[in-house]
């Protein structure tokens, strides 16, 4: 991989490396863009095939954390780091320690918080070593709870776009998933009275929510295929591609999952079926928003009063669709581009100590 060319195609500030030899820690952070403040994003650990591997997901992920943290409103930018390493390694504290350090070299410019492979408890062990970092126990810690019931509002806000009214009541949803986000977000469904059909490779989790929601259980690869007004991605991305768009029978796309389109053209292609797409880095902005409560002293009933606006955002990102002849996914970097662009735009203040 060429990384100043894709630094440049991805318009990347900083790409990072480290390595401590003594835990056989090698990590990455990816700097997307600081115009609206410290790059946030999660260190996920993962047994990345390869280098390049893993630095496409830095890519990628920050990237996206600088457009999901502009679309909701905060002052932050993008930034992500991963480990190369078993998720499931037993022997925690040296490696998330290494990585402590890592981020306190760069002195505030990343903050970073949990995600894939990791956990509140790893976030303690990084904060032995850095005041940079989110997502520790007693505070803000999962932040499924606020994630999902931030899906929640903007399936909510698809449903007024599509039906003319937000209620999902006697509504069906094919939820792909049932990992922590997508169980918040049936609780709520099933509290306002939908049907929900679900599916995940983990048959416990599964019958965990057949149990409490009374939803139905479906197998893993037929939930594509589910009759449902709404399919809900809760699990891996890239899932929305040219095998399964042309299976669902869906009217609506709105769900928890990061990056469900596998790529860009597969935008259109929902599009070209008529099917409402929430975009992803938008309606699952609840997870970024809980962490930046936490960074503001916010109590949990003021994150969750923040995510109530992803309802209002999302329904800017049609409006924009509309307004400019583009699919939905176009539309949500055209709004954070926008944000961007007039933070970017401001003239600095002369101050007396610049003298």
């Known amino acids: 991989m060429d990384i100043f060319n894709e630094m440049n195609t991805r318009g990347h500030e900083q790409i990072l490396f480290s390595h401590e030899p003594s835990c056989g820690y090698f990590g990455i952070i990816g700097i997307h863009d600081t115009t609206l403040g410290p790059a946030l994003g999660g260190t996920r650990v993962w047994q990345y095939a390869s280098t390049d591997e893993a630095l496409n997901d830095v890519l990628r992920l920050s990237r996206g954390m600088t457009y999901k943290s502009a679309v909701a409103g905060l002052n932050l930018g993008g930034g992500k780091a991963v480990i190369i390493a078993d998720p499931k390694r037993a022997d925690r504290e040296s490696l998330f320690r290494a990585h402590g350090r890592f981020v306190d070299s760069l ?8 995600d894939v492979g990791t956990s509140p408890q790893d976030m303690e062990f990084v904060k032995r070593e850095t005041r940079h970092v989110a997502g520790l126990l007693n505070l803000s810690g999962d932040p499924s709870p606020v994630t999902g019931y931030g899906v929640y509002m903007g399936m909510k806000a698809a449903a007024k776009q599509r039906w003319g009214k937000d209620t999902l009541e006697g509504k069906t949803v094919a939820v792909q998933g049932a990992g922590k986000v997508a169980h918040f977000l049936m609780g709520h469904l099933h509290e306002e009275g939908a049907k929900l059909l679900v599916s995940d490779i983990d048959a416990e989790k599964v019958k965990v929510c057949v149990d409490e929601f ?40 709105a769900g928890g999952a990061n990056n469900q389109l596998a790529d860009e053209r597969h935008g259109e292609a929902v599009e070209a079926r008529g099917i409402l797409y929430a975009p992803d880095y938008v309606i699952n902005s609840g997870g970024v928003i809980n962490v930046y409560g936490e960074l503001q002293g916010w109590t949990t009933e003021r994150s969750k009063r923040k995510a109530q606006e992803i309802y209002d955002t999302i329904l800017r990102v049609f409006a ?27 003239k600095d203040m002369w101050l007396a100590g610049d003298r």
Do not use: H, M, W
Request: aromatic share 6%; with cysteine.
């Open 107 to 114: 002195g505030g410019r990343y903050i970073t918080a949990e």
């Open 214 to 253: 009374g939803a139905t259980a479906v197998a893993p690869e037929a939930i594509y295929d589910a009759k449902a007004e709404i399919f809900a991605p809760c699990a891996l991305g890239g899932i929305l591609n040219d095998d399964t768009i042309a299976r669902l029978n869906a009217v609506i796309i």
């Open 320 to 346: 924009i669709a509309e307004r400019d002849g583009v699919p939905s996914y176009q539309a949500a970097d055209r709004l954070a581009e926008e944000r961007l662009s007039s933070v970017a735009a401001l």
